[in-house]
Structures are given as structure tokens and as C-alpha cells.
């Protein structure tokens, strides 16, 4: 089994940052692609950005592009999310998650294993 515990959520200000961390532990060996999802109130939980296991390759949703920057680091069994800019619409529920899938994937159904994740606020 697969453990992710999240951190560095916060309260911020619009056009402030954050940066998220994701720490893995248990079967850290096998090849992950590790993503980040987000869930507001009322609405469904939506893909943000991911990270192939090797780190060469990674993903965003439109609206975070060019103000998020997915990372890793095997070494350390971390995925951190900088976010940059941020925005009141950005306020969520942060969750980290992992998917055994041999292609990386933005759908949260592929994702086998999960953090519990981490409050962002943006106030505006």
C-alpha cells in the first residue's frame, strides 16, 4: 500500500502563493503518476496537474496554467504544487493522489490511492 499525507495549505490572499507538499510512504517503489486534484464546496473533485514518475512529463488543467508548477523529487518520495498567483476560484480542498496506470491520466477514477487532503483559501 501507498500512503500520501499533503501539507502547506493555507489562508492567502488573492495574487499570493502557496506551496503544497505531498509525502509518500509505504510501497514508494513502484512507477506512480502522481497528481493533484481539488474539490470545492458543492462541486465535483477536478483535476489540477500531474507528474509522470520519472518527472519528465507533466500536465495542467487550462486554468492553473502558467500560475502552477507540479514537481518531484524520487529521492525524497515528494510531489509539491507551487501555486503562484492565486485566485479566490482556486479555493479548495487539495488531495494528492497516485495512479498505477502505465499512461498518465487526469481522471480521478484511475487514481488507486489518495491523501486526505489540505484546505486552501484565497480571499479576495
Known amino acids: 500500500q501507498l500512503q500520501l499525507a499533503e501539507s502547506g495549505g493555507g489562508l492567502v490572499q488573492a495574487g499570493g502563493s502557496l506551496r503544497l507538499s505531498c509525502a509518500a510512504s509505504?510501497?514508494?517503489?513502484?512507477?506512480?503518476?502522481m497528481g493533484w486534484f481539488r474539490q470545492a464546496p458543492g462541486v465535483e473533485r477536478e483535476f489540477v496537474a500531474r507528474?509522470?514518475?520519472?518527472?519528465?512529463?507533466?500536465y495542467y488543467t487550462d486554468s492553473v496554467k502558467g500560475r502552477f508548477t507540479i514537481s518531484k523529487d524520487n529521492a525524497k518520495n515528494t510531489v509539491d504544487l507551487q501555486m503562484n498567483s492565486l485566485k479566490p476560484e482556486d479555493t479548495g480542498l487539495y488531495y494528492c493522489?497516485?495512479?498505477?496506470?502505465?499512461?498518465?491520466?487526469?481522471?480521478?477514477?484511475?487514481?488507486?490511492?489518495w491523501g486526505r487532503g489540505t484546505q486552501v483559501t484565497v480571499s479576495s
Open positions: 493522489a497516485a495512479s498505477t496506470r502505465l499512461i498518465p491520466t487526469s481522471w480521478s477514477r484511475d487514481y488507486q490511492f
Open positions: 509505504g510501497r514508494t517503489y513502484s512507477h506512480y503518476t
Open positions: 507528474i509522470s514518475w520519472t518527472g519528465g512529463s507533466t
